[in-house]
Nanobody
Framework: QVQLVESGGGLVQAGASLRLSCAASERTFSMDFMGWFRQVDGKEREFVATIRWSTGTTYYGDSVKGRFTISRDNVKNTVYLQMNSLKPEDTAVYYC???????????????????WGQGTQVTVSS
């Protein structure tokens, strides 16, 4: 099981930026995507962004497209989420996740991802 440790959450005002980090204890050959989801109490966990380790291809949820950028550092086994122009509706607990192959679920499906971090709170005030 891969251990994922997130950092970088906090309280900011609307319009500000934050960068989240997710360090993986290892990167296995079965790991294809590593990404971010977010969750607000009482709601389902929402897809935010994901990146394919092998190619660097990125995908984003519609609500963050153009504002958030996901990237990776292959040497550090770390994925980053740069969040710009933050809005109050971005307030949530952000979770890092890694999948395992073989896997036939879409990259947006939270059930594709087998390993999860503990979550980091992001709060955006208006």
């Amino acid at each position: 099981q891969v251990q994922l440790v997130e950092s970088g959450g906090g309280l900011v005002q609307a319009g500000a930026s934050l960068r989240l980090s997710c360090a993986a204890s290892e990167r296995t050959f079965s790991m294809d995507f590593m990404g971010w989801f977010r969750q607000v109490d009482g709601k389902e966990r929402e897809f935010v962004a994901t990146i394919r380790w092998s190619t660097g291809t990125t995908y984003y949820g519609d609500s963050v497209k153009g504002r958030f950028t996901i990237s990776r550092d292959n040497v550090k086994n770390t994925v980053y989420l740069q969040m710009n122009s933050l809005k109050p509706e971005d307030t949530a607990v952000y979770y890092c996740a890694a999948d395992r192959l073989p896997n036939y679920r879409t990259y947006r499906d939270r059930n594709r991802y087998a390993d999860w971090g503990q979550g980091t709170q992001v709060t955006v005030s208006s």
